[in-house]
């Protein structure tokens, strides 16, 4: 089993609409939770992070942590064309220090 | 302010051969990584370094090998080159996840190994 699960999509959603990306994470350790966001042929490029359980806003997106339930999420309000990207989850593994794991990440996809 | 930068961009090897990737960063950070990235997979840690003086292996260390040669620099080796180890590779650097930080990529390195 992978540390960190995403869906692989594509997720397509509509433009203004709500976009939901979920990730899981199995090492319950972990304390730091990481959302980056990757254009294709680019590096990737950090959006969010949160440390604390709950919701923790920025613009447009809205990350939710459940430790509980090892469940992280990225919420995309209003979405647009040029959110079209791939989306990791990264998490600090307790396995070592500042030690950052990725998931393989969800392919967004907004129409206009 | 160059941030991370790695070289070569692009790389094209035999089986058998071997290089090494080069990368620099410019952000005074302790912790330094090397991840690849295949279609589909997301990136894979290869190799990090917590801090100047220390490796860990990560999920995917077989075949490479990596030096912390001092706080800026960070290199990763293959040996003897093999097609499954064509990727993308990325080096990336952060200070302490505990204090807010975050991690900076480099460009990448696209190998192709023939």
């Known amino acids: 089993q992978k540390e960190v699960e995403q869906n692989s999509g594509p997720l397509s959603v509509p433009e203004g609409a709500i976009a939901s990306l979920n990730c899981t994470y199995s090492d319950r350790g972990s304390q730091s939770f990481f959302w980056y966001r990757q254009y294709s042929g680019k590096s990737p490029e950090l959006i969010m992070f949160?440390?604390?359980?709950g919701d923790k806003e920025d613009g447009r997106f809205t990350a939710q942590l459940n430790k509980a339930s090892q469940y992280v999420s990225l919420l995309i309000r209003d979405s647009q064309p040029s959110d079209s990207a791939t989306y990791l989850c990264?998490?600090?593994?307790?396995?070592?220090?500042?030690?950052?794991?990725f998931g393989a990440g969800t392919r967004l996809a907004v129409h206009p | 302010n160059a941030g991370v930068t790695q070289t070569p961009k692009f790389q094209v090897l035999k089986t058998g051969q071997s290089m090494t990737l080069q990368c620099a960063q410019d952000?005074?950070?302790?912790?330094m990584y090397w991840y690849r990235q295949d279609p589909g997979m997301g990136l894979r840690l290869i190799y990090y370094s917590a801090s100047e003086g220390t490796t860990d292996k990560g999920e995917v260390p077989n075949g490479y090998n990596v030096s912390r040669l001092n706080k800026r620099e960070f290199s990763l080796r293959l040996e003897s080159a093999a097609p499954s180890q064509t990727s993308v590779y990325f080096c990336a650097s952060s200070d302490s996840f505990g204090g807010g930080a975050e991690a900076f990529f480099g460009q990448g390195t696209r190998l192709t190994v023939v």
């Open positions: 949160i440390y604390s359980n």
């Open positions: 990264a998490v600090e593994s307790s396995g070592g220090y500042n030690k950052l794991i």
């Open positions: 952000m005074n950070h302790n912790s």
